[in-house]
């Protein structure tokens, strides 16, 4: 089953530019479900096209897989991995031995956002890695726009492209979304699939992320009539968006009213583009002000400004769950979508149910795009908790195919891609929530890497996010928000504990921090935890209040490393290994409070 051809639609040019949509659309529909009744046979197909283009790889040739390209010879000769193994690897090739993983060689490096280990991780990137992002955007995309059907309008989309290095070898070594954005094909696709951006390429691939950002905001209002969709890779840049938004917004006002660029962009490439969608607007600028001198909070800004938009659309799971309610703030009544499931190492499956929750959000595993795997994982009962190894705490059977999951139950993926990859261990946790037709609809559980453990406790990023929502509550009735968080465990002291770092939308008094920290120490649920707080081999809980603006400078840290704004992640724990992220939120704590929910 061969990929759509993006270009098949406008092979009709009697047909209107609407009804060739409709025509595209449900072409990529029909092929997605002829896929996926067909994804145990295409899964052993992909396999096969995989190990014979790359059979001839140093890596694989050493495996002794003899031609061989069966999954059982597969499982039996090819180790699980995880990036450290291949580490070794990636590095010849981005110093010149581009054949090492692969049979063609590989063309870039993609680099990973770096927020969980420090620094980011070079992974291999080539053409075929191109041809599954765009299969995961026709689908989702088809999809989608039967539930919310569009027209020929613009979206305002906050992407942005990375810094762009080259290698040893002469690699280009960038994020994986700036690989993919300079893809002449992701550009014929997009132009095809979805509505034009309101941006220039000139804002997308401007150096300075800020400048980028108050251009996409103007570009975004001058097109506000025909903006229909409002989207970024990740929740956390509409969001910063949007709260920068608030603070500039009388600046735009005014570039639209005089239609003059503000002085604040100085990049040549990013000023000229702007400047020749600029015309003097009073009207319009009007219009944006009195709209914005109206508004309570910013509430439903996003459809007060763009009225036509349909929906609000990024990655809206795992870590990026907690920007969700000021998120829902902002986008009113409207819609909000979570984007595909996918990593820096490449794509698992596509929304095909745009009208669940970002909360609720399934993922179609796309048969045809890897090899995949599952490793069956259990939780341990209490009893044996003293038994497990306290960086797992999950029991692990022999992996199983794709068509062999269980629904309900939770696994960790593996994955084997077009790109050097194989067996490769993901690290993320995953529930299958169904099926669609013979493929699994798997729900995001969370990162096996990222858990707060100091004893027999095991707290995840989603228990994390939970305590702090709980203890959020209490900021309530001051009318403030924790702008952002995240964790860290001090064993510098004995017992070790879980310290919380929290920004605040604005001061509070002791008693209601006091509150909120001994809230947080109580929202931890786990059997581990909860035992070792009684019996002290876990100490008291620490809630650090870091300064305004702290988690932007975290976000500067991460961007002057080569992440790029819209792949960025707020780290949700922070180790000793990631040193300068904690440096930055030690050196802005203002208060601290210790947990005394457990005093005897």
Known sequence: ??????????????????????????????????????????????????????????????????????????????????????????????????SVLTGKPITSISLSSGTTQGKPKFLPFNDELVQSTMQIY???FAFRNREYPIGDGKALQFIYSSRQVKTKGGLIATTAT?????????????????????SPDEVIFGPDFRQSLYCHLLCGLIYSNEVQIISSTFAHSIVHAFRTLEQVWEELCIDIREGVLSSRITVPSIRSAVSKLLIPNPSLADSIYNKCVRLSNWY?????????????????????????????????SLPLMSADYGSSEG?????????????????????????????????????????????????????VGLTEVEVGKEYEIIVTNFAGLYRYRLGDVVRVAGFHNSTPELQFVCRRSLVLSINIDKNTEKDLQLAVEEAAKLLAAEKL????FTSHVDTSTEPGHYVIFWELSSDTTEEVLRSCCNCLDLAFVDAGYIGSRKVGTIGPLELRVVRKKTFERILEHFLGLGAAMSQFKTPRFVSLSNSKVLQILCRNVTRCYFSTAYDI
């Open 1 to 98: 089953m061969r990929l759509l051809d993006s270009k098949l639609v406008w092979r009709f040019p009697s047909v209107s530019s609407e009804k060739m949509r409709v025509f595209s659309l449900e072409s990529v529909i029909e092929e997605f479900e002829a896929l996926t009744n067909d994804a145990g046979r295409l899964q052993t197909e992909s396999l096969r096209k995989i190990l014979e283009q790359n059979g001839e790889a140093e890596y694989l040739r050493n495996l002794g897989l003899g031609g061989r390209t069966d999954p059982e010879s597969f499982r039996a000769c090819v180790p699980l991995v995880t990036h450290r193994d291949l580490e070794p690897y990636i590095q010849r090739i981005a110093d010149g031995d581009t």
């Open 138 to 140: 026709r689908t989702s």
């Open 178 to 198: 700036t690989n993919v954005y300079r893809s002449e094909q992701f550009k014929r696709t997009m132009k095809d699939i979805q509505s034009q951006c309101t």
């Open 300 to 332: 439903g800004v996003i459809p007060e400004l763009w009225p036509n938009a349909k929906y609000v659309y990024g990655i809206m799971t795992g870590s990026m769950e907690p920007y969700l309610k000021k998120l829902r703030h902002y986008a009113g």
């Open 347 to 399: 794509w698992i499956g596509a929304n095909v149910n745009p009208s669940l929750i970002p909360e609720l959000a399934t993922f179609a595993v796309l048969p045809n795009i890897g090899y995949f795997e599952f490793i069956p994982l259990e939780k341990p009962e209490e009893q044996e908790l003293e038994n497990i190894a306290s960086t797992i705490h999950y029991i692990e059977s022999e992996p």
């Open 481 to 484: 928000e924790v702008v952002d």
